[in-house]
């Protein structure tokens, strides 16, 4: 299995902050590499796909890059409504593998 | 789009049997793949299978395989996931998404259900 491991794996930042999360995998994925939101009780949202695509109706605050191993998630100006949960994900091969979380917090 | 609507909240005792449903509203049901992901209390994401509801074509996580049964019924656009017998570290949220088709490497959970909540306690 493809191991998924995120930094940090929580964040104190303020709002207009620029934030960046990381993700490596345990071998290259090439871009094949996800990225979702999770709020308290809700599910799980999709935000990136394939390491730098925005998925329609995602603001264009969030951008993604990488490939091979590492992988980056970046917030560009942090709005209230972004403190969460993300989640890095390969879809690289199966078994689909996560990561641990990253949970971003106002300071 | 696809929209995934899933069974409400269970209780159930160890030992006990459970069956949870992921309805899809859309007219793209069996053109898509449906996951199943587990999520225990507090922790992360994991992913435990996959099912192809035109064929029911399955895909389990080495993890989760003989732990759980994953099945469809396209006649009515719903997945399933079943547990024979329930331990209480199966207590968890469990959700359905959506993949387009997990044999092309681009591919993503998109949309979710919004979860069932599994609670098993003696």
């Known amino acids: 299995d493809i191991q998924m491991t995120q930094s940090p794996s929580s964040l104190s930042a303020s709002v207009g902050d620029r934030v960046t999360i990381t993700c490596q995998a345990s071998?290259?994925?090439?871009?094949?590499l996800n990225w979702y939101q999770q709020k308290p009780g809700k599910a799980p949202n999709l935000l990136i796909f394939a390491a730098s695509n925005l998925q329609s109706g995602a603001p264009s605050r969030f951008s993604g890059s990488g490939s091979g191993t590492d992988f980056t998630l970046t917030i560009s100006s942090l709005q209230p409504e972004d403190f969460a949960t993300y989640y890095c994900q390969q879809s690289y091969s199966i078994p689909y593998t996560f990561g641990q979380g990253t949970k971003l917090e106002i300071k | 789009e696809e929209q995934l609507v899933q069974s409400g909240a269970e209780v159930k005792k160890p030992g006990e049997s459970l069956k949870i449903s992921c309805k899809g509203s859309g007219h793209t049901f069996t053109t898509y793949w449906i996951a199943w992901v587990r999520q225990m209390p507090g922790k992360g994401l994991e992913w435990m299978g996959i099912i192809y509801p035109s064929d029911s074509d399955t895909r389990y996580s080495p993890s989760f395989q003989g732990q759980v049964t994953i099945s469809a019924d396209k006649s009515i656009n719903t997945a399933y996931l079943q547990w024979n017998s329930l331990k209480a570290s199966d207590s968890a949220m469990y959700y359905c998404a959506t993949v387009e088709d997990p044999m092309v490497r681009a591919s993503w959970f998109d949309p979710w259900g919004q979860g069932t909540l599994v609670t098993v306690s003696s």
């Open positions: 071998q290259s994925i090439s871009r094949y």
